[in-house]
């Protein structure tokens, strides 16, 4: 009995030869949903909200609300942003680089008038520059030996945020129960900084070496203030805390209260939940090549380059380790970046890469020829998760198209017939939006799309003619069509599960089936005779 039985569709393959596919695998598969083993379409993308032109970057603010019509922030640069890590933070403060120099804003300043974000301000507040001014007000009376002291000061916001200190005093002589007049504060320069207030820190010994403690707090324009002995607080803690270099970029949130980003050639971390403050000790340098996107998975930074990837982890910024891995893919589209939970995924020459706790693979092997991955413009891949897919869309120099693989086990890869300038996944709504030109869009919400899958060839012993076919789906119609040694044969409208005819007359020994529609599809069978499929 000559049957052939197309169940199981496994999504496209374009490195193998077609009649050496596995049964379920196709040379082609269009707008195919996978997860349930039959041909289904995803559902086209609704709009739900608008923004400007010209836009690479979306990032839904008020998170909190319920509509997902709201509040949309957008740039025309790439832009990372992320939520602080207060939980009980309602005015969602969000930091964000790609815009120029690193910023802060909030649901107050971000949505005050569209578009968003409408208002920001500077990630970090600028150390005083000029040392403060010290006069001995009086010498004191202690018979004990004159001491030597230093000051300096910094600058604190509304917010609370407080900068790295002004250079040191002057060194000044007194004895313990003087007094010293401090003045001389500097203004900082212009911005939207919010300073309110200034602590002045003074030392214990006479010593520039020592460490410097809390002496009081004043007004911010205050044009002197006293040293009147009172007990002094706590150690300065800003005094290695920098403002985040104006070019950082590719901000990322880690574990533990921090953050990461790209400055130069170094990887930079934050102070652990102080976002405005980066130390530059804490630095990373990637051995041989230069840093380009950041992932995360667990509790590993990996650091993607324009070489081998680097493996950062640590529990604090002052304890990363790095671990250089023996994987020769650096990353050719920084956008094609996406953290996935159990790995991370990224775009190289090659192919789509993936590293995870079970080590790295390359999860395009065996699906496409390098020339094959090469025709998408690996460069040109924007790349985010949805349902536990990996979801690419590229410029082929035709138009933005998109395709899905599953790294968790790839036996094809589902591709689009449209893509988008730009992709978020809303983690506490569980869902996808995607930008198609002004439109901002829920992703499978819509109407449903036309999915179209072509099977590999399928060579019989000898020359045959197939007479009959019969598709099973869950409604109809389908658009069948028939293909043998490689010419179309026949279509046919299917509106039914009752068996129909296939045009006689020929032999051939090389037989493709293609599906089309919007309804979902378990299967098709082929044979020589009506009786044949009865025994199917």
Known sequence: MAVIRLAGFAGENRALEPSLLPDNVGVLSRNQKPGRGDLRPWKTPVQVATVPAGRSTIYRMGRDVAS???????????????????????????????????????????????????????????????????????????????????YAYTYVNDWGWESAPSPPSAQIDRKSDGTTTISGFSAPPSGNYQINRIRV??????????????????????ASTTDDNRSLGEVLPTATWLVPPDDLSRLTPLWNGMLAGISGNSVRFCEAYVPYAWPIAYDVVPPDSKPVALGVFGQSLLVLTTGRPLLVSGSSPDGMDQQPLEIQQGCAAPRSVVSMGNGVAWASEDGLVWYGSGGARILTAGLMLREDWQALVPS????????????????????????????????GIYFMDAGYAALHFDQLKDQLYVLDDTSIKKWDAGSLMTARFKSKAFRAPKPINFSAAEVVASSYPVICRIYADGVLKHTQSVTGQTPFRLPAGFMAQSWQIELEGVNAVQGIALATSIQELAQV
Do not use: C
């Open 201 to 222: 820190y003074r030392t214990q010994s006479g010593s520039t070496g020592t460490e410097f403690y809390f002496l009081r707090e004043i007004a911010y324009g205050t």
């Open 68 to 150: 997902d019509a709201q509040y949309w922030l957008s740039w025309p640069s790439v832009v990372h942003a992320v939520r602080g890590f207060d939980a009980e933070d309602t005015t969602e403060r969000t930091f964000y680089t790609g815009d120029g120099p690193p910023k802060v804003t909030d649901n107050v300043m971000a949505l005050s008038s569209a578009p968003y974000p409408s208002t920001n301000r500077p990630l970090g507040l600028p150390a005083p520059t000029s040392a403060p001014a010290v006069a001995v007000a009086s010498a004191g009376t202690d018979a004990a030996a004159v001491e030597t002291y230093f």
């Open 380 to 411: 040109s891949i924007i790349g985010q998760m949805y349902e536990g897919l990996y979801f690419g869309s590229y410029d082929d120099g035709s138009g933005r198209k998109g395709f899905f693989i599953d790294p968790s086990g790839p036996n």
